[in-house]
């Protein structure tokens, strides 16, 4: 079972707010990931990490921003929320026994902006 | 560029066998994933492929041709309770680590 924590699981919020979505891991995993994710269709990079003090863009550019102060914390900041920000947000981690090649998802952020 | 391509739909019948193919084309290629995802969700590691052949763990088993850039997930013995969407992921290793998804077959398994 794997241990990836998001909060909250659903956000509706009204345009031009700063919000914050957390992820948090308990498997001491260095690399942790942020994905994006519209209903039916694929999973997006937008962010990773792949330990404390290093962060990097994804393939999809998105106006949000990260940090990785500590091993199992990985939040994801909008400063300006706008409805095209309306979508799933999943984190994910990978790395000690059972590989990097495992992606372990926590269950998601869906966030609504209005 | 990169590019992964996976049926959108396949049908099946309980009890019966799918094939779920993906190709591929991609940069820096190191590995081939497969995930399942049911609805509302998160997606969940199904198999690994680095190497050219079959992997199998219980029901699912994976294929990967690194020649041909072509892989398939075969799921046996169907159960009603794989309807899911199945994710095949390509691992890009260059100046990173990370996976690419294809966008997903939709699998519904009929009584």
């Known amino acids: 079972e794997a241990d990836i924590y998001q909060t909250p699981r659903y956000l509706v919020i009204g345009t031009g707010k700063k919000i914050t979505l957390e992820c948090s891991q308990t498997?001491?995993?260095?690399?942790m990931y942020w994905y994006q994710q519209d209903p039916g269709m694929e999973l997006h990079l937008i962010h990773y990490?792949?330990?404390?003090?290093?962060?990097e863009k994804g393939d999809l550019s998105s106006e949000s921003t990260v940090s990785r102060i500590r091993t199992e914390h990985f939040p994801l900041t909008l400063e300006s929320a706008r409805p095209s920000h309306t979508s799933q947000y999943l984190c994910?981690?990978?790395?000690?026994?059972?590989?990097?090649?495992?992606?372990?998802f926590g269950p998601g952020t869906r966030l609504t902006v209005l | 560029g990169q590019s992964l391509e996976q049926p959108s739909e396949v049908t099946a019948v309980e009890g019966a066998i799918v094939q779920i193919n993906c190709t591929y084309q991609?940069?820096?290629?190191?590995?081939l994933s497969w995930y399942q995802q049911h609805d509302g969700g998160a997606p969940t590691f199904l198999s690994y492929?680095?190497?050219?052949g079959l992997e199998e763990t219980g029901r699912f088993s994976s294929f990967l041709s690194r020649s041909d850039s072509y892989g398939y997930l075969l799921l046996q013995e169907l159960q009603m309770k794989d309807s899911a969407s199945y994710f095949c992921?390509?691992?890009?290793?260059?100046?990173?680590?990370?996976?690419?998804f294809g966008s997903g077959t939709r699998l519904l398994v009929r009584p």
């Open positions: 994910a981690s990978s790395g000690g026994g059972t590989g990097e090649n495992t992606q372990y």
């Open positions: 498997m001491g995993h260095d690399k």
């Open positions: 990490s792949y330990g404390v003090n290093s962060t």
């Open positions: 991609t940069s820096g290629f190191y590995g």
């Open positions: 492929n680095a190497l050219d």
């Open positions: 992921a390509v691992i890009k290793m260059d100046s990173s680590y990370k996976l690419i």
